[in-house]
């Protein structure tokens, strides 16, 4: 059966809300543990680790956990709608700044005051973000040019003769149409 652009927008944002609802559940979590140099959540821990981990594809990454991304935005705020797609990565209440972890430079790690008064983390003096489609360490679905403007993954050595691509996905109705 043939699919119709209303039938892919409608079931893009069916999903947008589901991974709403996970990304508030998985930022929960994310807040309370933080990533190890392998990227695994630990519940102990205080605070947020960004490191670095080699991919094929994409060359030398930073992640959290997951995948982290950049933004560099067009004319539209990244606010509640964006939020539902693009989680911002933050610290957990009373911790003032991320955990350099393996191949990062702490002096590259900061914060910012986002929504809600929480302090999110910046590297290079950017904000860092989860995308909701990555569900494990070395995922990067969200290299994609949105309604908010282009994400892309934090690159620290890029792969040689393997340049990384960027995709633009059009929005319907202010969230990512997938």
Do not use: E
Request: aromatic share 8%; hydrophobic share 40%.
């Amino acid at each position: 059966m043939a699919r119709t652009s209303i039938d892919l927008v409608s079931r893009a944002n069916l999903r947008g809300r589901v991974a709403g609802a996970f990304l508030v559940v998985g930022g929960l979590g994310l807040t309370v543990g933080a990533s190890s140099a392998s990227g695994a959540v630990h519940s102990h821990a205080q605070s947020v680790v960004i490191s670095t981990l080699k991919t094929a594809k994409f060359g030398t990454i930073l992640v959290s956990g997951k995948t982290v991304y950049t933004l560099t935005p067009n004319s539209i705020k990244c606010t509640t709608a964006c939020l539902k797609f693009w989680a911002a990565v933050v610290l957990p209440k009373g911790v003032t700044k991320a955990t350099a972890g393996s191949g990062v430079s702490a002096a590259k790690l900061g914060t910012v005051k986002g929504t809600g008064g929480k302090l999110q983390v910046t590297y290079g003096g950017k904000s860092l973000y989860y995308f909701y489609l990555d569900k494990a360490p070395g995922q990067v679905k969200g290299n994609v040019t949105d309604t908010w403007g282009k994400w892309s993954d934090v690159v620290t050595v890029k792969p040689k003769g393997k340049p990384t691509t960027t995709t633009t996905v059009a929005g319907g109705g202010g969230g990512v149409g997938f």
